[in-house]
Structures are given as structure tokens and as C-alpha cells.
């Protein structure tokens, strides 16, 4: 099965062989305190840094999932109020779930076919968090927009959900303070790992507050990755894997290319068709990772069943939109001649 799901999705070739390996090497039972871990959490880090252009003095931390960076992030960053700004269901159950830890939260909902106007959105109080690749709608911030919220907003701290983005698109990481994301989306990967990463503002902050009141807790990770350790033993085959696929990967800006190229032709194609079409219509707020299609109940039932015959998974519709789209990964990890596949099955819609 080829899954063009927009996470989990599908992973790349390689890895079963990394898996054998990493088992041949002893890595499977490795102790997380022992200098060979060490090693591969130093490695790896710096592979991120040169692979993906994460600043120097950014900080690198690995948890188990996005979900587990947002409680990271309310717990030892938000101290009263975050300010959320999203248009689908990941942005909002972040906001939902820091509504829990921290009931001042706030909620700026906005449309997915609307662009954000970084004009109205200056000298906002407390944290701001946006999704920058809105997985469940397939809309996406751009470089320019996350830019001018940033500058706009001198005073505030930004955060950056950008799950289903991270390692297929060039981020400009200097545009917020924290990132994060999980490797089950772009990275092609397997689930069970995320990544947070954070400005030397967003350490000083959560060093300032000084919350400690949980095993994840920023100030613990961030003294624990001063020694290339985490506080709980990490997913060490998840890291390992992360650090063999990041060696033989092509440096961020090729994969950005090749992403932009496919999302051209998927728009190209999408223009063509009868009884399909893009979700959203406005198309610079389109996603370049993640393309929702829009037909009738029937005829997503119908592509649904052939695609799955012919040995493809499309990723089902979210939310309101359940019955009545799919989406379709453009992770790097998926190959040319599998969308070409999946285009054949399409084009007599
Ligand atoms: C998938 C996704 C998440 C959740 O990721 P987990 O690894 O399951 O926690 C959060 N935000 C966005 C935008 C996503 O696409």
C-alpha cells in the first residue's frame, strides 16, 4: 500500500535496512545515558542544523509528538496568556488543549480561504501561536506573513506548529522562537518522535519562569540536552533513524524545489479535471505539502475505493469536510512514479 496520507504517510525505502543495521550496531538496546547515545544525539542535532538550516543558537529537543509540544510549550512558556491564530483542527485543539493548562488563552479564528493580515495582528500580548501548515484543510503561512507577525509584535514570543511542513519546505526559522513538528509527516519517517526547537529568547524566557513541575518540563529537557540527554528515555530508534535518513538527504532548499514542482503539477492537474477541484480557492494560501480535493460525497467515496483497489491510501477528509474531500500528501518521500500512478486514477474524474 502506498500511502499518500498526510500523516502517517509513506516512509522511506531505506528504512528496513537502517532498522537491521541499527539492530546489527546494538543501537535497539542502548542505554539513553551512555556516551554512544550521546553521540547519536549530538550527530543527529547537527544534522538538523546543517540539513534543514535551523539556526546555530537555535536548541534542538526530541519528544515523543506535536501534541507533546504543545503541552511542553503552555506548561513551561505560556505564564497567562497565549493567543491563538488558526483556521482548522490542529490549530485548534492547540488552542484547546493549553485552554486546559492555561485557561487565558485566547482564540483568533480565521478562514481558510482568507490570508492573515499581519497589520491587524500588531503588539498582541502574551505567546502567539500559529500553525504554519494547517494539515486538516491544507493552507499554509507563509515566510513572509510569520516575518511580519514577528516584526509586528517585538514584545511577544511566537510559536510555530509546523507538523506536516518541517523537512519539506525551507522554514525561516529566525521568524519565531519556537518550532516544532513530528517526523511521521515530511521527515517520512515512522511515527513515535517529534522535534521542538527554540530561539535563545524562548530558553531565556522558560528560564526566567522557571517552571519544573513536570518531567518535560523545557528547563529539565534544556539541561539534559546540554549533555545530549533527555529526562525520560527517548524513542532511541526513532532518533537513530532520523540521524541515517537526515545523512542522506539532500540539504532543505533541493527538497523545497522539488516540493514547489510537485504542488505545481498537482495544481496543474487539478485544473484539469470535471467533477474535482482544490478546497481552497484562494490559491496563495494554499498548502505545498498537503492538497485537499473537493467532490461530491459520491465521487470521493468512489476514488477513495479505486485508489485503494489499485494499492493507494488517500488521507480522508477532516471535519466538516469529511464526506466530501481527500487529501493528498506531496511529502518528499513519495516517489514521481507513485504520483504519476495515483494522476492515472484521478484524471477520469
Ligand atoms: C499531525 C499534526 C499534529 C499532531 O502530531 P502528533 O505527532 O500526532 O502529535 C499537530 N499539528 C499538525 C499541524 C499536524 O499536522
Known sequence: MISFYPGPSRVHDEIPVYVKQGFKEGILSINHRSDTFMQLCEKTVLLLRKKLGVPASYTIFFTSSATECWEIIAQSIVQEKSIHIYNGAFGQKWYE??????????????????KIDPKKL???????????????????????????????????LVAIDATS??????????????????????????????????????????????????????????????KWQTPFT?????????MRVLENSRPIRDLHEITLARYASWLEFLSKRKVIT????????????????????????????????????????????????????????????????????????
Open 234 to 242: 527517548p524513542n532511541v530508534l526513532g532518533i537513530y533513524l532520523l
Open 278 to 349: 482544490h478546497l481552497i480557492t484562494t490559491e496563495s494560501v494554499r498548502s505545498y505539502t498537503v492538497i485537499p480535493v473537493k467532490g461530491t460525497p459520491e465521487v470521493v467515496e468512489k476514488i477513495k475505493a479505486v485508489a485503494k483497489r489499485e494499492g493507494i491510501l488517500l488521507g480522508e477528509g477532516y471535519g466538516e469536510w469529511k464526506s466530501n474531500t481527500f487529501r493528498i500528501a506531496n511529502f518528499p518521500a513519495l516517489k514521481q512514479t507513485e504520483i504519476k500512478k495515483l494522476m492515472v486514477i484521478l484524471k477520469k474524474y
Open 97 to 114: 488543549y493549553t485552554k486546559r493548562l492555561r485557561p487565558g488563552a485566547e482564540s483568533l479564528p480565521f478562514h481558510p480561504d482568507k
Open 122 to 156: 500588531q503588539e498582541l500580548s502574551g505567546l502567539i501561536c500559529l500553525t504554519q501548515n494547517e494539515t486538516s484543510n491544507g493552507t499554509q503561512v507563509s515566510n513572509a506573513i510569520l516575518k511580519s507577525i514577528k516584526n509586528n509584535n517585538p514584545g511577544s
Open 165 to 226: 511542513s518541517m523537512a519539506g519546505i525551507n522554514l525561516d526559522f529566525k521568524n519565531a522562537d519556537i518550532w516544532f513538528a513530528s517526523v511521521q509527516k515530511c521527515f517520512g519517517l515512522p511515527a513515535g518522535l517529534g522535534l521542538l526547537i527554540c530561539s535563545p529568547r524562548a530558553i531565556q524566557h522558560a528560564s526566567e519562569f522557571g517552571e519544573k513541575d513536570h518531567y518535560n518540563s523545557l528547563n529539565f529537557m534544556r539541561e539534559m540536552m546540554n
